[in-house]
């Protein structure tokens, strides 16, 4: 069976009945011993910002060498997303590298450091990016890592964005979100200016209806959806034998055509061509399948980043973000990301605020160990 006849089989409902596992499994390994051909970009509009970027573009944070996202951009990918602090500055350098010589022909989003609010602070990450990617202009320059409505209307922080824009330092405004995104969306859309044209969410099979229905909310008012996080953690699991959940995740985010673009961080070049592949495939039955037993199999320890067991937590512990750097360790892989995040986080608000507590009171509404998991935090990531 080649791999449009495995996809037809998908898309027409029939797989799960005539494959199973097995078959799907034999289907999977046949495909992968197949010589790989680069897609057709497939494109979407950036919501009112008119830019025309690839539905797969290319998350840098994690890509240590600019041969991988130069590889990326030789074969279409035009968009792509990185940030001040990533890599602890280097990470756009590397990017700045892969772009020599084709500037004009990629879009470029960068990311002010979370800590920059002062006017001056913002205008300094700005130039320290210029420099870095070795560019006079970025694109969409965005707010880092809001996790709630007051930023979205910080009157300094416009201010500054506007100069940056009347300066041709920045053409587009964006925020990213990790928890609480619903309402970061709905600030987006409720605010009269509609400053911001683009939102970088972090947006999967496991979200729930309340961030899907707010990026629609959000994409209705022609504010551009980027998708982050897009695997779920990315875990590795024995669940689904040799099959790679990855695929399937990225096509159930780009069903949703609200979302303009995901940007899958890509590490290496099975990575890239792994991820690249999904361009022009569709959400199929066997896709949903295998999103089934990868959700289930990672469930036990998967955090949504959904913030509701905050409320209930009495010490004000950062559980969604905590749990967020849990993730970079224990499915990305990437221990000195995940604490250097970590150590960002107030000691007062850290998992260390726990020992203060005895039996953990905070309740996660999809059953996770809180306790158990803030125990893995401090001892992994402190």
């Known amino acids: 069976m080649n791999r449009r006849d495995f996809l037809r089989l998908g898309a027409i409902g029939s797989a799960s009945a005539l494959l199973g596992w097995e078959g799907i499994a034999g289907a999977a390994r046949f495909s992968a011993a197949e010589p790989f051909v680069f897609p057709k970009p497939v494109y979407r509009t950036l919501g009112r910002t008119g830019l025309k970027i690839t539905v797969v573009s290319f998350g840098a944070m994690l890509t240590p060498e600019p041969e991988v996202i130069r590889a990326a951009f030789d074969h279409g990918v035009n968009y792509v997303d990185t940030a001040r602090s990533y890599m602890g500055g280097r990470n756009e350098e590397i990017v700045g590298r892969a772009l020599k010589g084709i500037r004009g022909k990629v879009y470029v989003a960068t990311k002010i450091r979370s800590s920059s609010r002062k006017r001056e602070a913002m205008f300094r990450n700005v130039e320290e990016s210029l420099q870095a990617l070795g560019t006079d202009y970025i694109d969409v320059i965005q707010l880092h890592g809001l996790d709630g409505r007051d930023r979205v209307f910080n009157p300094e922080t416009r201010e500054a964005l506007v100069r940056l824009k009347e300066q041709g330092k920045v053409r587009f405004f964006g925020v990213t979100t990790h928890s609480n995104q619903a309402e970061v969306l709905n600030a987006l859309v409720d605010d009269p200016e509609r400053f911001f044209d683009v939102a970088l969410v972090a947006y999967n099979f496991k979200c729930g209806e309340d961030v899907k229905e707010a990026i629609a909310r959000a994409a209705r008012v022609k504010i551009g959806i980027v998708a982050?996080?897009?695997?779920?953690?990315?875990?590795?699991?024995?669940?689904?034998?040799?099959?790679?959940?990855?695929?399937?995740?990225?096509?159930?985010?780009?069903?949703?055509?609200?979302?303009?673009?995901?940007?899958?961080?890509?590490?290496?070049?099975?990575?890239?061509?792994?991820?690249?592949?999904?361009?022009?495939?569709?959400?199929?039955?066997?896709?949903?399948?295998?999103?089934?037993?990868?959700?289930?199999?990672?469930?036990?320890?998967?955090?949504?980043?959904?913030?509701?067991?905050?409320?209930?937590?009495?010490?004000?512990?950062?559980?969604?973000?905590?749990?967020?750097?849990?993730?970079?360790?224990?499915?990305?892989?990437?221990?000195?990301?995940?604490?250097?995040?970590?150590?960002?986080?107030?000691?007062?608000?850290?998992?260390?605020?726990?020992?203060?507590?005895?039996?953990?009171?905070?309740?996660?509404?999809?059953?996770?160990?809180?306790?158990?998991?803030?125990k893995r935090a401090r001892k992994h990531l402190a």
Request: net charge positive; hydrophobic share 40%; aromatic share 6%.
């Open 228 to 374: 982050m996080k897009t695997q779920a953690g990315g875990y590795k699991t024995d669940a689904l034998g040799p099959i790679s959940p990855h695929q399937a995740a990225l096509k159930w985010v780009l069903q949703d055509r609200n979302v303009t673009a995901a940007i899958p961080g890509m590490r290496d070049t099975a990575e890239l061509r792994e991820d690249i592949a999904v361009m022009g495939m569709r959400f199929s039955v066997v896709d949903r399948m295998i999103l089934k037993g990868y959700g289930a199999a990672i469930d036990p320890y998967y955090c949504r980043l959904c913030g509701k067991c905050e409320a209930s937590c009495p010490a004000g512990v950062e559980i969604s973000a905590i749990n967020r750097c849990l993730m970079y360790a224990e499915g990305y892989g990437n221990l000195p990301l995940a604490r250097s995040i970590y150590g960002k986080i107030p000691s007062t608000r850290s998992a260390s605020a726990c020992l203060d507590c005895g039996d953990c009171l905070a309740r996660c509404v999809n059953g996770l160990d809180i306790g158990m998991k803030m």
